[in-house]
């Protein structure tokens, strides 16, 4: 019965996914990922580190203050003073819903739409309700923790409908909707990034603060990373961009080589290596292990025209050897006894 339940689930998740409108690609200023900054500490020269160590958003804790300001938790620090600090990088805020009204205010005030965004764990419609309330340029981070395919892909559409850029999706699960089956190929088509929390394991699954949970993630749609470890982040962003402009590279290298420099076998290698090297390359995201795998599985398929020069082997054509001629000798003879026993007993017959 559950497992029943469950299909009718994901194909009314599917229905609702064919429902959702086409997103625009993102420009490519945007085709990069993003790393999030989360501060357990409030300092403004420890936020500022962080900003210089290449994080895109900080994401802070904030309150309303008694002269309606907004000051970061367990701080005198405004978020406006903050916010003119950082310069380029962006403030999430994480806020008490029942103060969405007075922060939403007070960022407008001090005309900082643009630089601060608030974070909640109340539902897409909920967020979707307050937005349309009052037109404002405030942007809101709406935090999906459930496990329902359906209510997670509804979660993306109403956000993407209210013109979001981001969302997030936070689980203790390994196996959550959020990482598995249908989600994961609807957050790659979106244009709405979805951030993953790997600064605790028990919000993104289980998986580590590091290079092997990050890359996981991003493996699975997400293209904005939270990190305690932003410079070992902004380093692997790094190799990323590296990696990927390497692989464009051979891939420029690989369009200008005939197959028919392959033998049989080299040519199929070749032909999947290139393929697949192509389809991350397209890629709005591509994880880092995947980039590295594909440009060496097409740096090895592109030498094997080497090393059929090295052992003599004439390309584009079929390779003779020994055996082979053994093998169509071997069965010319059995056809040819098989002819000459059915040419026998024909004779037996008249006879």
């Known amino acids: 019965m559950k497992r029943i339940f469950r299909r009718i ?27 999030v ?30 002269d309606g300001r907004m000051v970061l938790q367990d701080s005198d620090l405004t978020v406006e003073d903050a916010a003119r600090a950082l310069g380029e990088t962006k403030l999430i805020l994480d806020v008490d819903w029942a103060d969405r009204a007075v922060l939403r205010d007070a960022i ?38 459930g496990n329902i395919i359906f209510n997670a892909v509804s979660h993306l559409r109403r956000l993407t409908d209210a ?14 909707v959020a990482y598995e089956n249908l989600f994961p190929a609807l957050l790659k088509k979106s244009a709405v990034r979805a951030i993953a929390a790997a600064w605790d394991p028990a919000l993104c699954g289980r998986r580590g603060d590091d290079v ?42 690989a369009a200008q080589t005939d197959p028919l420099q392959f033998d049989a076998v080299g040519q199929k290698t070749f032909s999947a290596a290139l393929q697949a090297a192509k389809d ?14 594909c440009r060496a599985d097409l740096f090895a398929a592109m030498r094997l025209s080497a090393s059929a020069d090295a052992a003599g082997v004439q390309r584009g054509s079929l390779q ?6 053994a093998a169509i000798v071997i069965f010319g003879a059995l056809i040819f006894a098989g002819q000459v026993y059915v040419f026998r007993m024909r004779k037996k017959k008249e006879a």
């Open 9 to 35: 689930l994901l194909c009314a998740a599917l229905c609702l996914l064919c429902t959702m409108t086409a997103a625009a690609a993102p420009a490519d200023d945007d085709a990069r990922l993003l790393a």
């Open 320 to 325: 003779v050897s020994v055996g082979k001629i």
């Open 108 to 145: 407008e005030r001090a005309g900082l739409t643009d630089s601060v965004l608030l974070r909640t764990t109340a539902s897409a419609k909920q967020i979707t309700s307050f937005l349309n309330e009052q037109p404002t340029g405030v942007q809101v981070i709406g935090v999906y923790r």
């Open 280 to 293: 991350i390359d397209a890629a709005k995201y591509p994880p880092l292990s995947l980039l590295q795998k």
């Open 212 to 253: 092997t949970g990050w890359d996981d993630l991003i493996g699975k749609g997400y293209s904005v990373i939270e990190t305690r470890n932003i410079s070992g982040l902004a380093a692997y962003i790094a190799q990323c961009e590296t990696e990927h402009a390497a692989l464009h590279t051979l891939l420029d290298s």
């Open 37 to 66: 900054f989360h501060a357990d500490t409030v300092d403004l020269a420890a936020l500022s580190a962080a900003a210089a160590q290449g994080a895109d958003y900080i994401a802070v804790q904030a309150v309303p203050a008694a």
């Open 163 to 176: 013109g979001q850029p981001l969302v997030q999706y936070q689980s203790k699960n390994y196996f959550n």
